[in-house]
């Protein structure tokens, strides 16, 4: 059973509305990501955290914005969604920031954007 | 900057044989790790295997292992014994020691194993 949990498992909204999605971690890991997956496949990461700080912030739209009440939370909130959003936002987990350490993924959310 | 290439989109193979990935990748850096993903039908992103840049032996995980071929920048998959539950798509993934934790992946290859 994955132990990084994400909600909602889709959401499907309009143009211009504000989404969040919310990811926990049941790993104790210190470090969290949140990557987009596009309807290619493709896998982007778009920002990491470590123990609450921000760490890497992607060349994202400003409307894309993580938040983090602590090291085992890590919520992605999209205002004003557009057409090109839609894609599965998977949220991740490490135990520290050492590039040997293994991701843990979340099942993702897939985003529709009408 | 890093990047990952896989070349191959998909594969299809018959049940019980054998079947390799394959994965080319570029890096400025000394020291880094080269890991393989597969995500499910479902979804789900599953950590496989890894290889670390310093160690000449390959991994060995289960049924899957690695060819490690620093001179080619080259990291293949192999799958031996392949079951109808892989079929799945497969990625190459790299981090370098930048201390950034940037996974960057490749695009994946489809494996179908067929009966």
């Known amino acids: 059973e994955t132990a990084v949990f994400q909600t909602p498992n889709y959401h499907v909204t309009q143009v211009g509305n504000e989404v969040s999605f919310n990811c926990k971690q049941t790993?104790?890991?210190?470090?969290m990501y949140w990557y987009k997956q596009d309807s290619k496949k493709l896998l982007k990461i778009m920002f990491s955290y470590n123990n609450k700080q921000l760490i890497v912030n992607e060349t994202v739209p400003r409307r894309f914005s993580p938040q983090s009440s602590d090291k085992a939370h890590l919520n992605l909130r999209i205002k004003s969604v557009e057409p090109e959003d839609s894609a599965v936002y998977l949220c991740?987990?490490?135990?520290?920031?050492?590039?040997?350490?293994?991701?843990?993924f979340g099942k993702g959310t897939r985003l529709t954007v009408v | 900057a890093q990047k990952v290439t896989q070349t191959q989109t998909s594969i299809s193979v018959m049940e019980k044989t054998t079947v390799t990935m394959d994965c080319v990748y570029e890096t400025q850096d000394s020291s880094y790790f080269l890991f393989w993903y597969k995500q499910t039908a479902s979804g789900e992103i599953v950590f496989l295997i890894r290889?670390?840049?310093?160690?000449?032996e390959n991994a060995t995980v289960g049924h899957y292992s690695l060819n490690f071929q620093k001179p080619k920048s080259s990291i293949g998959l192999i799958i031996t014994a392949t079951q109808i539950e892989d079929s799945a798509v497969y990625f190459c993934?790299?981090?370098?020691?930048?201390?950034?934790?940037?996974?960057?992946f490749g695009k994946g290859t489809v494996l179908l194993v067929s009966p």
């Open positions: 991740a987990s490490s135990p520290g920031q050492g590039a040997n350490t293994e991701v843990f």
């Open positions: 790993l104790g890991h210190d470090t």
């Open positions: 290889q670390d840049s310093y160690k000449k």
């Open positions: 993934a790299m981090r370098d020691d930048s201390g950034y934790n940037k996974l960057t």
